[in-house]
């Protein structure tokens, strides 16, 4: 944990002021940058290409929330953020760490399952950051998607596409981006990798409007 409570600052700016984390929270949240840059590139992107009537109008599924890092950013720059998970300690603490940021009053926070859930939601675009097994996931050459410890890489995917063909995946470094492309071959993909303090995090891979 030691490693993680240096890097703190790294993954909530406003650490100080408030901000709750728990264990899994800490090797799990996505760090505060590349958050920011992926809750920017989605609302540029799609509102850049969007037709719809309500232009600069964007709901965004976060479909395993966590402690919230991903929600925050989201919640800056889109107008409405679903934020999801199934632990409700963690999903306290994104509530106390979106009031920490001011955003609160636009993310509404759903106790559950994403995967059960997926069928009754409407959004324009869904984020999946699914649990990766640790930081065991680092052991490993190349990450099979297939080994995700609840439901696999296309599971997650497919099920995304019940509310929106824009789906963005955080996943880790070490997966191959033919694996990734698979993921839903019919639509455009872009894969990004994510690097902070020149250390290779994850990648994204945006699908649909957003690539």
């Known amino acids: 944990l030691r490693k993680y409570w240096n890097q703190r600052f790294d993954y909530f700016s406003r650490f100080d002021e ?17 958050a920011e840059h992926t809750a920017r590139r989605i609302s ?17 599924v976060d479909a395993f929330c966590g402690v ?25 603490m994104a509530k106390n760490n979106a009031a920490v940021y001011g955003v609160a009053d636009r993310i509404e926070f ?10 009754s939601l409407k959004a324009d675009v869904v984020f999946l950051s699914p ?3 640790g930081p065991e996931y680092q052991s490993t050459k190349v990450f099979d998607l297939d080994a995700l410890p609840v439901k696999t890489g296309q599971q997650w995917v ?19 981006p033919e694996d990734l492309a698979a993921l839903a071959p019919a ?6 990798m994510n690097r902070i303090n020149g250390f290779l995090k994850a990648v994204s891979v945006y699908f649909g409007q957003l690539a």
């Open 18 to 34: 408030g901000i709750q984390i728990d264990n899994e929270g800490w090797y799990s949240v996505t760090p505060e940058a590349i």
């Open 44 to 60: 540029q992107l799609y509102n850049s290409r969007s037709q719809d009537e309500d232009f600069g109008r964007i709901c965004v």
């Open 68 to 92: 919230g890092g991903n929600a925050i950013k989201f919640a800056e720059w889109c107008e409405h953020v679903i934020a999801i998970d199934v632990d409700p300690g963690r999903l306290q």
């Open 110 to 119: 759903i106790l559950g399952d994403f995967y059960e859930l997926a069928p």
């Open 131 to 133: 649990p990766w097994g």
């Open 158 to 176: 497919d099920r995304a596409r019940l509310i929106s063909d824009n789906v963005v995946c955080f996943l880790p470094r070490n997966c191959r």
């Open 187 to 192: 639509l455009p993909c872009d894969i990004e």
